[in-house]
């Protein structure tokens, strides 16, 4: 009995462990991607940062503060420091609460006055499905993630995938001209097989598939696509030029 016991507490360590490493590997790939794209043109470009709009400053200043709390977060679950991450976590509800407004409003702002990372081949009007609804799918699973908050394998998971579901901006405004001619196959279908290799290792690790993580990633890889789809529409066509017009 005790030797079973102790066998089931080591099963769940090496879980844990396996756990935190995804999370890291998807923190340092949200960064990669991050400073690849903006990088040139912000957090090492003050001249020209200085050029953008005042609500794309408050932009990047939520989304720099989300991933500096996605570092705290991390670190405070690996030392084991579990109340002040539980904590920490009611400032990241607030921070979302900001970020998803400021997110949309530098979307339409981004169609009104143009944007270099936009595709060419994709009517402006039709492409803003593309940050709007990113926005509300990222909205989506860090929702399920603070639902799932007391089942610790489930919240990672979700909130793996919100780190996955904000690849896609950093990614679209990389200075390589080989990704930058696949457009949206890069910056939608990345993320998308990003999420689906994740699973799969996830569930080849554990010899189980996580339900959570699988229902988060069917609806990540269905979703993001969808956004062209939808972008398309005369409904959403209609919406984005009542929009442009406020």
Sequence with gaps: MASAVLEQIEQRRVAKNGDQRMVLAGLMLLLVCTLGGFGATYYFNIENAMTFRFMTHVHVLTMTL?????????????????????????????????????????????????????????????????PFLSMLIFAALFAAAILRRKVPADHRRLMILTMVSLLGPGLARVKVEALAQLGPLLFIGFPMLVGILLLAVDSWRNRKVNIAFLIGTIFLTVAAPMMLVIGGTGPWLRFADWIMSI
């Design 66 to 130: 989300w991933i500096f709390l996605l570092i705290a977060q991390t670190t405070l679950v690996r030392t084991g420091n579990v109340k002040l991450h539980m904590r920490l976590g009611i400032f990241g509800v607030a921070l979302v609460a900001v970020m998803i407004p400021v997110g949309l409003i530098v979307g339409v702002q981004s169609v009104k006055y143009g944007s270099p990372s936009f595709p060419a081949e994709i009517p402006r009007l039709s492409f803003l499905a593309v």
